[in-house]
T-cell receptor
Framework: DGGITQSPKYLFRKEGQNVTLSCEQN?????MYWYRQDPGQGLRLIYY???????QKGDIAEGYSVSREKKESFPLTVTSAQKNPTAFYLC?????????????FGPGTRLTVL | GENVEQHPSTLSVQEGDSAVIKCTYS??????FPWYKQELGKRPQLIID?????GEKKDQRIAVTLNKTAKHFSLHITETQPEDSAVYFC???????????FGPGTRLSVLP
């Protein structure tokens, strides 16, 4: 878990606004992921990226966008098209060198729409 | 694609008893199976994992078993303590380039 950070910890958004959640890792991990977690629910994949300048949609990508311009950074933008964005957002990373390895999670960002 | 089911959704045990959580997966190509513990409002943390070339793995009070033929794996916690109370998630992943698929979680309560 050390080495992957998310900011801010809490974020409030007005309806119609776009907001960007930050995720940074200094673990030299190749892959990065964004998950959404609703109260009492599991983890749903929004987007993931295996290498710089490449990313794939997960199960619930609509209303979200990402970029991967640097290996260390994978910001998530929650757009106004996401109608129900209030949730706990978790970023994760993993080292991908031919075999699957564990994911390390950031501390999360709790987003609330006012 | 991969689908992971997890049972039970909630589990209450008396302190000192054992707890078992079971997961099934659908993709026979999956070869990595981690278990995460998440306390309220915090990030999931890996507690144990197993690869498909191993049938069982143990770490103190925690163990995981894998049955590749039946495509299921289980988490076993012995001598449970109140601090074991949390939500536990299983996951499955195929080899390089694929994402993780998580189960829906099990809320474990250890009663003093």
């Amino acid at each position: 878990d050390g080495g992957i950070t998310q900011s801010p910890k809490y974020l409030f958004r007005k309806e119609g606004q776009n907001v960007t959640l930050s995720c940074e890792q200094n673990l030299n991990h190749d892959a990065m992921y964004w998950y959404r977690q609703d109260p009492g629910q599991g983890l749903r994949l929004i987007y993931y990226s295996q290498i710089v300048n490449d990313f794939q949609k997960g199960d619930i990508a609509e209303g979200y966008s990402v970029s991967r311009e640097k290996k260390e950074s994978f910001p998530l933008t929650v757009t106004s098209a996401q109608k129900n964005p209030t949730a706990f957002y978790l970023c994760a990373s993993s080292i991908d060198r031919g075999i699957a390895n564990e994911q390390f999670f950031g501390p999360g960002t709790r987003l609330t729409v006012l | 694609g991969e689908n992971v089911e997890q049972h039970p959704s909630t589990l209450s045990v008396q302190e000192g008893d054992s707890a078992v959580i079971k997961c099934t997966y659908s993709d026979s190509a999956s070869n990595y199976f981690p278990w995460y513990k998440q306390e309220l409002g915090k990030r999931p943390q890996l507690i144990i994992d197993i690869r498909s070339n191993v049938g069982e793995k143990k770490d103190q009070r925690i163990a995981v078993t894998l049955n590749k033929t039946a495509k299921h794996f289980s988490l076993h916690i012995t001598e449970t303590q109140p601090e074991d109370s949390a939500v536990y998630f299983c996951a499955a992943r195929t080899s390089y380039g694929q994402n993780f698929v998580f189960g829906p979680g099990t809320r474990l309560s250890v009663l003093p």
